[in-house]
């Protein structure tokens, strides 16, 4: 089985039964504010149809055999994956029309005025029109590329037609333009110094506590809101089974096509920035290109191999954490939690963290960097409880964890774009708990609050 083969099986594996099933990655999932650290406005949006007209029909999911009967439930996360790649699709349209409002505006100047600003407009104009067709085909080979993912989440078919989808939302739109600044964190070599801060502290924390390679393989690792899942990857070239979970379909097509789609580190080139124009220094840094992958997966199990040693597990779940991994199957079946960015995605953030105590074996680590920055916060229809760090600590004590030191403060950022005005920095939290080997429960009930020292 060749390498990449063998990712795309394990990334289907799922668990085996097809996600959704149990846990829907639909509606409730494409409103969870996962870019809310992205900071990035997106472009005017737009359905106009009259711009960037496309050449590539979207793939028309299979039709359930004679027969088969489809569950009725299952009929809206068809649709809201489908309209996730209509979204993918539609970012030429999109992108074009916000390329014109631009031109427009640039045109409504005075001749005085132009001349002092003294640019070559239509020379900007053919640049960003480029950018936007070649983000436009590494998102059609996105596109191309989910009707396998679908077809391995709903192998009986659909009686969802692509025409009854309706057109992306504004959200989705979003989503599709924050995207390319994912792949940038993810899947770039512009990533490193993003990764490097967050990442390599929960890999050598892995690495130390888990220094036999030849064991990772039954060290079972679980990473809740995965995004494109740079992490999950490196802890399988590391030995480990890894486990990501996401319930965006952005983040599970995308993250599909890169770990099973590509062949050559820097097969793709894009433009994450070519929509932006605001904070820029220089105009040339709205077209800053950058080559994705910078580590390609399929490359690097191949290398691991000619050295003799062995890729982990790595597999991908689609579905809300809280209804995924609260499932009593679960329990006690996992060595290791690791979040990034993630704890703060919860509605209630207690609940997240007794699922990940139930998660562990005895003995087992919850390793976690990231903000407080709660995406449910500053809205008037969901549940949001703010918890600060002191807080979260005390409650994961009263639950039952032991914690391995205080906690230490990482500065980064997220989806960072380094040449721009504008830097948003986190403080993130980076700590270990751990699962006693005999619960302690009462004993740390009985424990006052934890005072975090932040100087
Ligand atoms: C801020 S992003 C972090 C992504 C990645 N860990 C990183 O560091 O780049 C949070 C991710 O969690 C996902 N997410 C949020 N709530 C979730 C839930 N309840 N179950 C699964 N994934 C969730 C979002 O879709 C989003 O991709």
Redesign the pocket.
Known sequence: MSAAASAAENANCNSGAAPQRSSP?AGK?SE?P????QGVPPPPYSMDSALGGHPMPLYQPHAPAPGAVIDPDMIEDHISFLRTVRAFHHYKRQAMAAREMRRTNFRKLQDQHRDLLCIDLDKILDKYLECIEVNSTFFDAICEASEELFDSYWPEGTTVRMEEVPPPTPLDMDKVFSTLR?FV??WSAEGVAERDC??KPILDTLERCFPSRSERENVRVL??????C??SVELALRGFFAQA????Y??LIAGHYIQNHVFESCQHRIYPYSDSTCNLVNRADQFAEVQIPDLCASEAIDALRDEGLSFGQLSMVA??????YAKPHQQKTWSVVA????I???HNIIE?LEIIYNLLVPGGYWVN??PL?Y?FADSADDMSIELSLGEVLTVAQRIGFVLNGPPTFIDTT??NNQRSMKQLVYRCAFFVLQRPLTDTREKNHKQGGTEVKTI
């Open positions: 990655v999932s969870a996962g870019d809310k650290h994912q964190r993810d967050v990442y990473i809740p809101g995965a995004g494109l740079r992490l979970n996401e319930f965006s952005h983040m579905g809300d954490f809280t209804e995924v979040t990034c960015f993630f703060d995605t919860a997240y960097v990231g920055l995406h997220y989806t």
